[in-house]
């Protein structure tokens, strides 16, 4: 189970609930993957896929309007998870009957959520909180 702890909040309460659907997401799929659940990867992770598209776009908008410098290298960022999402979406339809595919499929689900979250996202912290946005 993935746990991000209340240094990685971003105190801003969109995208840090955005985040905490995002990682209960993961985590559901990895208890898929590690035999306590009955439902499917090849279902589960897609719609994790979509709800991170979504968040993204919550997030560029929230950048831009708050004025962030930074947007379009954030955006592009973002970008280049969507091509990691692809690989996602392929090891989650073997994920169910490749034990080795399921592994994998968790390691790159972690990766992606602190990819977004601590490596990128908190760049932005400080200016959004100096900004005071919700």
Known sequence: MVELSKSFELE?????RDHQI???QINKI?????????EECAKLTPE???FAKQHFTREEALLTKV?????????????NLD???ETILELAAMADKNPLAGEKLKSALKFFL???II????DFKSFVMDRGSE
Do not use: S
């Not at 801003?12 to 840090?16: F, P, S």
């Not at 004025?67 to 970008?79: E, N, R, W």
């Not at 490596?119 to 908190?122: P, V």
């Open 12 to 16: 801003c309460g969109i995208l840090d």
């Open 119 to 122: 490596d990128a996202d908190l």
């Open 30 to 38: 990895c208890a898929v993957i590690d035999g306590e659940g009955d």
């Open 48 to 50: 994790m896929i979509k």
């Open 114 to 116: 602190t990819d977004d």
């Open 83 to 85: 091509h990691k999402m």
């Open 67 to 79: 004025g962030y410098p930074d947007v379009k290298l954030h955006a592009a960022h973002h970008q």
């Open 22 to 24: 995002l990682l209960q």
